[in-house]
T-cell receptor, first 114, second 113 residues
Framework: TQLLEQSPQFLSIQEGENLTVYCNSS?????LQWYRQEPGEGPVLLVT?????EVKKLKRLTFQFGDARKDSSLHITAAQPGDTGLYLC??????????????FGKGTSLLVTP | DTEVTQTPKHLVMGMTNKKSLKCEQH?????MYWYKQKAKKPPELMFV???????INESVPSRFSPECPNSSLLNLHLHALQPEDSALYLC????????????FGPGTRLTVT
């Protein structure tokens, strides 16, 4: 199993602040996904990063994949209460015809207060 | 349309009951997954179906029995569950078994009394 370490585990900030969430591993991943999950709901896919050094932007969210494809970061600019949720990074195990078993980090629980 | 649907939304069952969870996707995805998620923990993989055949079983107890009637449907049959099986059960699908991106349903909140 390829372990993914996320930090911080919890984050409570005021609306308008910036924040960065980190996802690190000692293993190389063919891709990493970021999901956001609200209480009682399923994770919603935000982005997939595949190429080392890749940067993707989704409105106020910026995702980066490390050059060595072992780590990723999520930066939120001017956070809003609607950004509140559990942020999960996930990377694949062996990519085969048997399935692509995602390994999830433990998640970062973000609370943005007005 | 990237929607995966799950029914029921909530389920309460006794330890002697038999119930089923249902999952459906109409995206033409060829891989479907069951995950279990406890509160404030990441999802844990239970089963993977690849082209309607069970390809991965993560050592799940036999009281959980998956079924894939066709390429759009995935069931999870439950029997003689324990209170510690209470959790959010998530279904997901991906375009191909080796596909990078999995799309999750809203989950079934299961409580075993």
């Amino acid at each position: 199993t390829q372990l993914l370490e996320q930090s911080p585990q919890f984050l409570s900030i005021q609306e308008g602040e910036n924040l960065t969430v980190y996802c690190n591993s000692s293993s190389v991943f063919s891709s990493l996904q970021w999901y956001r999950q609200e209480p009682g709901e399923g994770p919603v896919l935000l982005v997939t990063v595949v190429t080392g050094g890749e940067v993707k932007k989704l409105k106020r969210l910026t995702f980066q994949f490390g050059d060595a494809r072992k780590d990723s970061s999520l930066h939120i600019t001017a956070a809003q209460p609607g950004d509140t949720g559990l942020y999960l990074c996930a990377g694949g195990g062996d990519r085969s015809n048997s399935g692509y078993a995602l390994n999830f980090g433990k998640g970062t629980s973000l609370l943005v207060t007005p | 349309d990237t929607e995966v649907t799950q029914t029921p939304k909530h389920l309460v069952m006794g330890m002697t009951n038999k119930k089923s969870l249902k999952c459906e996707q109409h995206m033409g995805h060829r891989a479907m997954y069951w995950y279990k998620q406890k509160a404030k923990k990441p999802p844990e993989l239970m089963f993977v179906y690849s082209y309607e055949k069970l390809s991965i079983n993560e050592s799940v107890p036999s009281r959980f029995s998956p079924e894939c009637p066709n390429s759009s449907l995935l069931n999870l049959h439950l029997h003689a569950l324990q209170p510690e099986d209470s959790a959010l059960y998530l279904c997901a699908s991906s375009q191909e078994p080796g596909g990078y991106e999995q799309y999750f349903g809203p989950g079934t909140r299961l409580t075993v009394t």
